[in-house]
């Protein structure tokens, strides 16, 4: 059974930094790439970033570029997502999702976990 | 960016009632859009990847279509369980975006 497990959420001051892990199980972690997506509370959904099976192709959204940094330790089965210089509109629920191929084409993000939740306020 | 732009916004059914929710994209994306559902308080849920994939273990009451800027997803009869927020996604260009959102709600 493929499992997606989200940790390292919590409440943090604006400008500062948190590292948000998902630890992922039932699955040839290595063999697929690996997003991060994010919902406000009461919002939609929005992707955040990728990450491709080996690393090799890293991919971000706007509002997050340069300021965010996705990882993988395939050795570890283990996804992350450095974020820095923290702001309120990054309040979200953030969901690690698999996707079906090995890249980060987004051909569908097959399995998520059940997210943790940020919280970034004075 | 590429916008997606479903309608309608929200729609009241009753259960084997036939659904229909559209997405536009904002340019040509091929057939490169996915499908989730969504209800409260639970992760999303891949449907239909592809345009018209269905993904494993999905009803085959869930049917989508399109190509270009035009999709559609369909329930050929409403269930309880199918009453929950629907979002379209294209993968053809990132940053890979989701249209807002189709609510169905219980007549």
Redesign the interface.
């Given at each position: 059974e493929v499992q997606l497990v989200e940790s390292g959420g919590g409440l943090v001051q604006p400008g500062r930094s948190l590292r948000l892990s998902c630890a992922a199980s039932g699955f040839t972690f290595d063999g697929y790439g690996m997003?991060w997506?994010r919902q406000a509370p009461g919002k939609?959904?929005?992707?955040v970033s990728?990450i491709s099976w080996n690393s090799g192709n890293i991919?971000y959204?706007?509002s997050v570029q340069g300021r965010f940094t996705i990882s993988r330790d395939n050795a570890k089965n283990s996804l992350y997502l450095q974020m820095n210089s923290l702001r309120p509109d990054d309040t979200a629920l953030y969901?690690c999702a698999k996707d079906?191929r090995s890249g980060?084409?987004?051909?569908?993000?097959?399995y998520?976990?059940?997210?943790t939740l940020v919280t970034v306020s004075s | 960016d590429i916008q997606m732009t479903p309608s309608p916004s929200s729609v009241s059914a009753s259960v084997g009632d036939r659904v229909t929710i559209t997405c536009r994209a904002s340019q040509s994306i091929s057939t490169y859009i996915n499908w989730y559902q969504q209800k409260p308080g639970r992760a999303p849920k891949l449907l239909i990847y592809a345009a018209s994939a269905l993904q494993g273990g999905v009803p085959s009451r869930f049917s989508a279509s399109g190509s270009g800027t035009n999709f559609t997803l369909t329930i050929s009869s409403l269930q309880p369980e199918d009453f929950a927020t629907y979002y379209c996604q294209q993968s053809y260009i990132s940053p890979w975006t989701f249209g807002q959102g189709t609510r169905v709600e219980i007549k």
């Open positions: 997003h997506v939609g959904l929005e992707w990728g991919d959204a706007d969901y079906k980060i084409a987004a051909a569908g993000f097959d998520w976990g059940q997210g | -």
